[in-house]
C-alpha cells in the first residue's frame, strides 16, 4: 500500500495583484481653475502663478507673459509623456 502525500504547501510571499487600470487624466472632465499670475519666467513662454497656496509654473503665449503679471487666469491641466503641466486658456 502506497500511502498519498499531502500536496506541498506554496513557500514565501504570495503574487502581486495586479491592477487593471488605473487613474487615468484622459477619463476625466478638465475643467478651467483660477490662478494668480505672479512673476515671468526666465523662458518667455512660461510665467509662475500660485493656486492654492502652491507655486505652480503655467505655459503661455509669448505675447502676452508680461501682461498677465497680477491677474487672475484660467489654467487646466493637460497630460503628456513627460509629466503633467498646466497651461493657459483664454
Known sequence: MQETQPPAKKRGRP?????????????????????????CCANPSWVTAKLDGFRIDVKCPTWAAKSLVGKEIKVELVPSDIGNYYEYVK
Open 15 to 39: 503574487a502581486k495583484q495586479k491592477v487593471d487600470k488605473f487613474f487615468d487624466l484622459d477619463d476625466v472632465n478638465i475643467k478651467p481653475i483660477k490662478a494668480l499670475v505672479i512673476a
